[in-house]
């Protein structure tokens, strides 16, 4: 399958500091998608990006389909607690069909 | 609208015994994933369905996972015999075609435990 390189692979920040978290591969992808997977649960559909270059928001989350396409970033903004959790990058190919998930960046936030 | 819904939550059997989950996608979802996922790792995907159909099984370890998709909506998934590298969260998710990606949605999975 694809490879796909995410970091940080953990991040220990404050409460309202912000954070960064990228993905990136040696292969071209149609689609981006980040998710987060709270303990126990499935992951959540945060934010699905499909085109080269697209800024995407959601509320304090902002995403980027990398120009080369082989990359995305998500940024959290002013973190608070419940954004604790895993984040997930996904990228898929057309022509390969199926979604491949990054390894997570796992956020935890203090007070 | 109603989730993805998965059953059981948990599961804890010993090796070489036999297990099976249940999924029910988002109603109108013809495309239906099983993903085994690892502690520490993403989910990876087993098997996908287009309605009753196989898509794509090719990373399904044939000679003791099995899939069904009886009617095109509920699906199995069957572990036979199971062994200790099983344990794992087993994910379900469905999907609807979105500018020609698949947009999936999971369900909460069910956390094996093989002793």
């Known amino acids: 399958g694809q490879q796909l390189n995410q970091s940080p692979q953990s991040m220990f920040i404050q409460e309202g500091e912000d954070v960064s978290m990228n993905c990136t591969s040696s292969?071209?992808?149609?689609?981006w998608l980040w998710y987060k997977q709270d303990p126990g649960e499935g992951p959540v559909l945060l934010i699905a990006l499909y085109k080269a270059g697209e800024l995407t928001s959601n509320g304090r989350l902002t995403a980027q389909f990398g120009i080369t396409r082989k990359d995305s970033f998500l940024n959290i903004s002013a973190s608070i607690p419940s954004d604790v959790g895993i984040y997930f990058c996904?990228?898929?190919?057309f022509g390969w069909g199926k979604l491949q998930f990054g390894a997570g960046t796992q956020v935890v936030v203090t007070p | 609208e109603a989730g993805v819904a998965q059953s059981p939550r948990y599961k804890i059997i010993e090796k070489r015994q036999s297990v099976a989950f249940w999924c029910n996608p988002i109603s109108g979802h013809a495309t239906l994933y099983w993903y085994q996922q690892i502690l520490g790792q993403g989910p990876k995907l087993l098997i996908q369905f287009q309605n009753n159909g196989v898509v794509d099984d090719s990373q399904l370890p044939k000679d003791r996972f099995s899939a069904e998709r009886l009617k095109g909506v509920d699906s199995t998934l069957k572990i036979q015999p199971a062994k200790l590298e099983d344990s794992a969260v087993y994910l379900c998710?469905?999907?609807?075609?979105?500018?020609?990606?698949?947009?999936?949605?999971f369900g909460p999975g069910t956390r094996l435990t093989v002793l």
């Open positions: 996904a990228g898929y190919q």
């Open positions: 998710a469905s999907s609807e075609v979105t500018r020609g990606a698949d947009t999936q949605y």
């Open positions: 292969s071209i992808f149609n689609t």
